[in-house]
């Protein structure tokens, strides 16, 4: 059965989601292989995301 992609209309804001990105990196201690690069990618994607939502409606 497909899944259904999380809801586009609420987006974290690009500070939330680089304070996820920093605790990742303190973590790991920027060591990213296997699943914890998966993770920094997705919250990466996310990031950028954030970032152009943010100046859209900045707009």
Do not use: C, H, K
Request: net charge negative; hydrophobic share 35%; charged share 30%.
């Amino acid at each position: 059965m497909p899944t259904t992609p999380p809801s586009q209309s609420r987006v974290r804001s690009a500070e939330q989601v680089n304070a996820e990105i920093r605790a990742l990196m303190e973590e790991t201690g920027t060591w990213l292989w296997g699943p914890t690069r998966e993770r920094y990618e997705r919250l990466r994607d996310e990031w950028v995301q954030a970032v152009r939502e943010e100046m859209t409606t900045a707009a």
